[in-house]
């Protein structure tokens, strides 16, 4: 009888570890399916990094985990994502334990990091935080070059296992794909950002009177975007149609475009065309999906919302809310950009005139929100090119205030001696009296 108890208590146990590492073992291949899941749908860099780190964190029980990636060109590890810190990372490739991973092509699982010679105590320094075990692996691409380092740090109980290294480098292989091709993904990005700025840098040179003004208005425009909490997509889209609103201004001859008395009927008419050409030459040019309404929105910043605008005539509900912002940004951009025979207008008979055509010509919650723009953003964007130039204290004190309440103490005058020296302060750039041009 005992000998039976003792075989069916043998058994049991045998049948629950059996079972404990059936559990185990179909946690890990969930994870890896998760894995594959989300890096299929997912290409943006920084929201990849980030997805991958949640899922080795939580598998591995692990506090905190972080993906390094390799800088081949400045020999470099960085992280911009890291997990508990808020700046990017950036460091030599052979220091520290990442360093010598990323060099080495090792993988090492250091049960006491205070104990490597190799470990780095310089990021603990800086973030307070302090690193006891770790398991740190590198990450390669299809050719088996190393293109990252994972670093996964304090288990919760005990030191990291033979098994969470063997679970690592399954996601690691998963990982690697995506990461490299978030990485082209990249690359491609900056290059086509960098074309489109350097297309509008070249078009704003055309007139030195008013260089910058596509730059100005886009910045202008993505606050405003921000202050609305658009999402990134939309911000983007609107970002590079502010950038290439005037490209179709190539098409209007020199002696009108740069005309400094008033223009003929005429003429106001072959200027008008820069908003239909912007329209046709952004149509021509493939961009990708989510991008495809940037020619729309560049080319309806003169469309009014009464339908009295151009090139269109389109009412409100037919304006994209892009080209409703860009409207806002373009007309402020010019009634505060120097010309040749005047320079800027005073701040709040800018903003009156903005203010009668609300209603009528702009969107009143887009106004709403441009006045909420902080006066420290507003004077690195006016003065966008003499930013070297700004006092940090200034930007402090002006960044308490909005565009509202400059033109409200503008209007009805100063309540206190601090509204007074903010006024002070912010006409002293507005009027640009800080420097000579």
């Known amino acids: 009888m005992q000998n039976s108890k003792k075989l069916n208590s043998s058994a049991t146990d045998r049948f629950e570890n059996d079972l404990e590492k059936l559990q185990t073992e179909n946690s890990r291949l969930h994870s890896l399916l998760e894995v594959t899941n989300t890096l299929s749908s997912v290409i943006n860099l920084e929201t990849l990094l980030f997805k991958i780190m949640d899922v080795v964190k939580i598998n591995l029980h692990a506090d905190r985990c972080t993906v390094f990636i390799l800088d081949k060109d400045k020999n470099e590890l960085w992280s911009k994502v890291a997990m508990g810190v808020k700046q990017e990372i950036r460091f030599p490739a052979d220091k520290g334990i990442a360093g010598f991973v990323a060099t080495s092509g090792e993988t090492l699982n250091i049960p006491d990091a205070y104990a490597d010679y190799r470990f780095n105590p310089e990021v603990d320094k800086k973030t307070g935080y302090k690193t006891e075990n770790m398991l740190t692996m590198p990450m390669r691409d299809k050719r088996n070059e190393v293109i990252g380092v994972f670093q996964v740090l304090n288990r919760k109980t005990g030191s990291f296992t033979s098994e969470d290294e063997e679970l690592l480098g399954a996601i690691s292989s998963v990982a690697a ?10 690359e491609i990005r900056k290059s086509f950002t960098s074309f489109i700025e350097t297309l509008s840098t070249t078009l704003d040179a055309r007139d030195y009177i008013t260089s910058g003004h596509s730059r100005r208005v886009t910045l202008y425009a993505v606050q405003i975007s921000r202050l609305m909490r658009l999402d990134a997509a939309e911000i983007n889209r609107i970002r590079y149609a502010s950038l290439l609103h005037d490209i179709g201004k190539i098409g209007v001859p020199e002696i009108v475009l740069f005309k400094n008395k008033k223009l003929s009927d005429d003429e106001y008419e072959i200027i008008k065309r820069h908003a239909s050409l912007t329209k046709s030459i952004l149509s021509k040019i493939h961009f990708q999906k989510e991008l495809k309404d940037v020619p729309e929105i560049a080319s309806t910043h003169h469309e009014k919302i009464d339908g009295s605008g151009y090139p269109d005539g389109l009412t409100s509900a037919d304006i994209p809310l892009g080209g409703k912002i860009l409207a806002v940004c373009d007309v402020f951009d010019a009634l505060t950009s120097r010309r040749q025979y005047r320079d800027r207008i005073e701040i709040e008979k800018v903003m009156d005139i903005i203010d009668k055509e609300t ?54 005058g100063a309540k206190d001696e601090e509204q007074a020296h903010m006024e002070e302060v912010f006409m002293r750039y507005y009027l640009r009296t800080y420097r000579m041009d």
């Not at 794909?177 to 990249?186: H, I, P, R």
């Not at 004077?379 to 565009?403: A, C, M, P, Q, R």
């Open 177 to 186: 794909s995506a990461v490299e091709n978030a990485l082209l993904y990249e």
């Open 359 to 412: 209603g009528t010509a702009f969107e009143p919650f887009v106004v709403y929100e441009f006045k909420s723009i902080r006066l420290n953003v507003l004077v690195e964007i006016l003065e966008f090119g003499y930013n070297e130039n700004l006092k940090k204290e200034d930007l402090e004190l002006l960044k308490n205030y909005s565009l509202k309440d400059i033109v409200q103490i503008r209007i009805n």
